[in-house]
């Protein structure tokens, strides 16, 4: 399959919440483009539970690089950076998060910023992380859990983003292992209701960073996933595919 992915692929790599996967997600794509010749990073725009989380850490240590991944703001509560700053009495200012984010954007090379938690995380000045990836203006990865509760946080999380005109290239179903009903029959049911294309991620090992990339590439159809966000960011619609043949 001809490889679609342009240098300047941007995408945002959100969750339905926090601790879905996203920072997993990244790394594997990052590591991907990384492997395929791209000069990729991934951007925190504010890390918080700083230490000892440290998702870009974790995406430089999964591609072997530290020019794979670059971060904000650190705080150490582990709440959402709103709330983070308060505790802690710092100060952010969501227009130099965006700032931050925007420039990574911009530079030459595919950049995949990564959520805090899930869309509606309060950041700073009122703004949340659904506000950020839509003035971004790039298209979004949603990654969700495999089973039963799914239905609602991902149709939700898609219909919150398309009203804010982020194209949703595609649902990942994170942790997938086909073992109940409701993680067999979530995928489809998700394509049908919101008509985006679903992918599984089974679990993969976490024995060390460099595994989760290579885990997530055999695992995650990437090249798949990334023409779907090139064709999305290409012309800001949002592409279906056939439906997904999943064992039920
Ligand atoms: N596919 C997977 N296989 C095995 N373990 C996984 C997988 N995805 C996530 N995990 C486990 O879940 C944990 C949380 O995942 P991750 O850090 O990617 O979540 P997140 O959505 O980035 O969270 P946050 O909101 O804190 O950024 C990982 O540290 C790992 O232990
Ligand atoms: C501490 C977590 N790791 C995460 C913050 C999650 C905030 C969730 C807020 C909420 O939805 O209740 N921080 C982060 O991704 O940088
Ligand atoms: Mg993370």
């Given at each position: 399959m001809e490889t679609m992915v342009t240098s300047k692929l941007n995408v945002a790599v959100v969750?339905?919440?926090?601790?879905?996967g996203k920072t997993v997600v990244t790394a594997g794509v990052v590591g991907w483009l990384r492997a395929a010749g791209y000069d990729a990073r991934a951007v925190k725009p504010v890390q918080t539970g700083h230490p000892p989380d440290d998702d870009a850490g974790f995406v430089a240590a999964a591609c072997g690089t530290h020019a794979a991944a670059t971060c904000g703001p650190r705080l150490e509560p582990a709440l959402a950076p709103a709330v983070a700053a308060d505790v802690a009495d710092r100060t952010l200012e969501y227009s130099a998060i965006r700032g931050t984010c925007e420039t990574e954007r911009d530079r030459d090379g595919p950049c995949v910023i990564e959520g805090i938690g899930g869309l509606r995380v309060p950041l700073a000045d009122g703004q949340e992380v659904i506000d950020l990836v839509a003035d971004l203006g790039v298209p979004a990865i949603l990654v969700g859990r495999s089973g039963l509760g799914t239905l609602n946080h991902t149709a939700l999380s898609v219909a919150a983003l398309r009203r804010r005109g982020v194209a949703v290239a595609g649902v990942v179903l994170n942790q997938y292992e086909g073992s109940t009903t409701a993680e067999r029959t979530n995928p489809e049911i998700i394509e049908d209701m919101t008509e985006c294309p679903v992918y599984a991620l089974s679990p993969v090992s976490m024995e060390t960073p460099e595994d989760v990339v290579a885990g997530v590439r055999e695992e995650l159809p990437v090249e798949q996933l990334l023409q779907t966000v090139a064709s999305a960011e290409a012309d800001g619609n949002e592409v279906s595919r056939n439906p997904t043949e999943f064992e039920s």
């Open positions: 969750g339905t919440d926090t601790g879905v």
